[in-house]
């Protein structure tokens, strides 16, 4: 979670939001990819650190099945992201700061989790929360 917040850091140049993300190999240490949100430096509204980072760790491993792989991000993702997690088949998401407005894994919707998918991650939210959500507050206070 370190690195991700390391990760959300570097958005903040390009104008973004800070939230940072990170794939961890199945032996749980490697660093298969980091990224954070460019959807301003890109102009592209898909441009999430967690899509990002999932098709970075897929072009790394030249598989698109994440399959034993941990995806650690600083705040709960949204709609898209859940999706994109469940379609890389990721074994665990490793979350920081809840998202009361959007979040898609527990506080508006659940969907990585929903008993229908027949495949569900391992969620675990809360890590380092207050430090990943006062890097949001710093950051929208600071507009
Ligand atoms: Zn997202």
């Not at 954070?36 to 509204?45: F, I, L, S």
């Not at 098709?55 to 705040?75: I, P």
């Not at 969907?111 to 027949?118: A, F, G, K, Q, T």
Request: charged fraction near 25%.
């Amino acid at each position: 979670m370190r690195l991700a917040l390391d990760e959300a850091a570097r958005a903040v140049r390009g104008g973004d939001v800070p939230v940072g993300a990170v794939v961890l190999a199945p032996d749980g240490a490697t660093v298969l990819a980091a990224a954070h949100n460019e959807r301003e430096a890109a102009g592209d509204p898909t441009a999430h650190a967690e899509v990002l980072a999932v098709r970075r760790a897929a072009a790394r491993l030249g598989e698109w099945r994440l399959t034993g792989c941990t995806l650690v991000v600083t705040l709960e993702p949204c709609t898209m992201c859940a999706g994109a997690i469940q379609q890389s088949r990721l074994d665990r998401l490793v979350y920081g700061a809840r998202d009361e407005k959007a979040g898609a894994v527990g506080s508006l919707w659940d969907l990585v989790r929903d008993r229908r998918l027949n495949h569900r991650p391992e969620v675990i939210g809360g890590v380092l929360a207050d430090a990943c959500s006062r890097q949001l507050t710093d950051f929208f206070r600071e507009r």
